[in-house]
């Protein structure tokens, strides 16, 4: 299951996170963000060693804006508190497994 992730839970759930953490910027009037949701959802039930969280863009303006957000879905890939890697885009589970292994997440 994914969590809530929001400006005044950031740095606690991502930055300070012990294990790797997939952020996905959202909002909901985008159609391809929704579509991602139940392929994110998956993701974290077959790895419980990621942490997903969505964060929604127009409730959370700032973060996305410091964290240079300009297309979403945009999910940002977190490991000892630093970005890691970025992917944009609706992306199938397959594709977004690959991307984990490639950037040391699962």
């Not at 969280?53 to 964290?67: F, S």
């Amino acid at each position: 299951m994914s969590i809530k992730i929001t400006e005044q839970n950031f740095d606690t759930e991502v930055l300070q996170s012990a294990m790797p953490v997939v952020v996905d910027f959202w909002a909901d009037w985008c159609g391809p963000c929704k579509m991602m949701g139940p392929v994110l959802e998956e993701l974290a039930a077959a790895h419980p060693t990621v942490k997903v969280g969505k964060l929604n863009t127009d409730e959370n303006l700032k973060l996305a804006m410091a964290r240079k957000i300009d297309a979403i879905p945009a999910l940002l890939l977190f490991r000892n508190g630093q970005e890691v890697s970025r992917s944009v885009g609706y992306k199938p589970a397959a594709e977004l497994e690959a991307w984990l292994r490639e950037n040391g997440a699962i």
